[in-house]
């Protein structure tokens, strides 16, 4: 997974190959529930088991949205319908009970903005924002 901001570049990444660890900047992660790796697109991935796995990354304002922004991920799903969670970062960390500033995610076999993902197929999800000072969300 990586976060990029137009105005600094790459802030994230997380390329899941044997831990958590952002490459890039400081935003390191830390397996959640049994999450654990497997080969991926490119090297080992993150495996998740779709039910209560997940990468946690301690809330930091690098990963706010400011301007444009954009979040890529190759994603590999072992059905097309329901939702699958890619990416999701909330307000304030979650710690100020605000809604979710923005998120990534697979529903119905399908990536929010960007074209069918099929099962079992390897696809590049990718999602650029453009936000200014009066829009949430």
């Known amino acids: 997974v990586v976060f990029t901001r137009k105005a600094l570049g790459q802030v994230s990444w997380w ?3 044997g831990d958590a660890s952002d490459l890039v900047g400081t935003n390191h992660g830390t397996l959640q529930n049994g999450a654990t790796f497997e080969f991926g697109r490119l090297g080992q991935g993150f495996s998740l088991d779709g039910v209560d796995d997940f990468v946690q990354v301690p809330h930091n304002p690098s990963l706010d949205p400011h301007g444009s922004f954009s979040i890529a991920a190759w994603v590999k799903t072992t059905n097309a319908t329901g939702t699958q969670v890619v990416v999701t970062k909330y307000e304030c960390g979650q710690f100020c009970g605000g809604n979710s500033v923005y998120s ?19 696809k590049r999800a990718v999602k650029t924002a453009e936000k200014t000072m009066d829009q949430r969300g």
């Open 104 to 122: 990534l995610e697979i529903f119905a076999g399908k990536a929010r903005a960007i074209p069918i993902v099929a099962a079992l197929l390897w």
């Open 15 to 17: 390329p899941g190959d």
